[in-house]
């Protein structure tokens, strides 16, 4: 039976990244060598690191614009403490914008290094929006948001403007829709959604913007360290570098972020049409703010769970469940997946309200 996967991450990846990954790990480049033992000096791997951030800012369109692009570990939770360590001055303040459980713990982390200012913050409505009209402090040393919302189902649809550097975690939504990248002086995304297996996260960087802090950093938690030595100041995780490299040649050769933006439009509209239109369910989050790839759900009479996991399980779905923190449901439809599979839940959610 075919699987449909929803998972929130590590999720699905398109077919083709999964079979040249495979034969990868047998025999990279005809080396007799998998990937898995490869030296990260290799020329080999040397190659697919350099072409793996050209192709990150060629996608983006951040090529020749001072921008830098690195693949490090650790995870998003890492960089939760890497931007506050570069960028926050000494005796100085941050601005963050709360929306979620994740930016939640990214603020948990700039407290350890000064000032860290809330501007705005939708915890009191369990998250269900985003947050609209907050000021930015101009004398703040930078200003931090989350793009989407896993747990909840929130994106934000467009960006403050501020004359301070602008961080963004795009863990969830990098990649999966057009926007002026240049409004961002920091990216990061874990790969585990849109880009790779779990266990590297990439960063991009204006590169102009570090070395104000005025602190000693340690060289692992250095940006301008992993910037010198490109991406290979200690051993990178090689596997998930390269099946992040594989994503991103699907992406190009697809037509890139513009193309691969009106099939998730499509996708999205399918489900949340559904959704909508269907007296058995409700939707979670504020319609303005509703998130392009992880749609949260509920319905509306818990007494239809059990015939409707069985209903979804049976069809070969899988990871729709939602987040432990939330209950209901989030069906995750990242770039990789299919519109058919979404399809197949929609039909399924028909099928519930034509047997109640």
């Not at 890492?78 to 001055?89: A, H, R, S, T």
């Not at 449901?329 to 990789?336: P, T």
Request: hydrophobic share 40%; aromatic share 10%; with cysteine.
């Amino acid at each position: 039976m075919k699987k449909h996967n929803y998972s929130a991450g590590p999720c699905i990846l398109p077919k083709e990244v999964f079979e040249k990954a495979a034969q990868a790990i047998l025999d990279f480049n005809n080396s007799g060598l998998s990937i898995l033992e490869i030296s990260h000096r290799s020329k080999d791997f040397v190659a697919v690191m350099e072409e793996a951030r050209a192709l990150v800012l060629e996608l983006l369109g951040l090529e020749g614009k001072g921008y830098q692009a690195l693949f490090l570990a650790g995870g998003a939770s890492l960089e939760f403490l890497m931007v506050p360590y570069n960028l926050m001055k000494v005796d100085g303040k941050a601005a963050y914008l709360d929306t979620g459980t994740w930016a939640n713990n990214a603020i948990k982390e700039a407290k350890l290094f000064g000032e860290t200012l809330i501007v705005g913050s939708s915890k009191a409505e369990n998250y269900n929006h985003i947050p609209k009209n907050y000021s930015i402090p101009a004398d703040a040393s930078y200003f931090h948001c989350t793009s989407n919302n896993t747990i909840f189902g929130t994106q934000m649809k467009s960006f403050p403007n501020t004359d301070i550097p602008v961080v963004c975690d795009m863990s969830s939504d990098i990649f999966s829709r057009s926007l002026d990248f240049t409004q961002f002086d920091i990216i990061y995304a874990g790969a585990q959604k849109n880009m790779g297996p779990a266990g590297t996260t990439l960063v991009v960087i204006k590169e102009e913007i570090l070395g104000n802090s005025g602190r000693m950093i340690p060289g692992m938690l250095d940006y301008q360290q992993h910037i010198a030595k490109e991406s290979m100041y200690n051993t990178p995780p090689v596997f998930p570098v390269y099946a992040s490299l594989l994503t991103l040649q699907w992406l190009k050769n697809l037509g890139g972020i513009a193309a691969i933006e009106k099939i998730n439009e499509a996708k999205a509209n399918l489900l949340y049409t559904e959704i909508d239109r269907n007296p058995l369910f409700k939707g979670v989050s504020a319609v303005e703010d509703r998130s392009l790839m992880n749609v949260t759900f509920d319905l509306e009479n818990e007494a239809h769970q059990e015939k409707f996991d069985a209903m979804w399980k049976a069809v070969g779905i899988s990871g729709l469940t939602g987040h432990r923190s939330v209950g209901g449901y989030r069906a995750s439809i990242y770039n990789a997946m299919p519109i058919e599979s979404v399809q197949v839940l929609v039909d399924v959610m028909k099928e519930l309200e034509n047997k109640i």
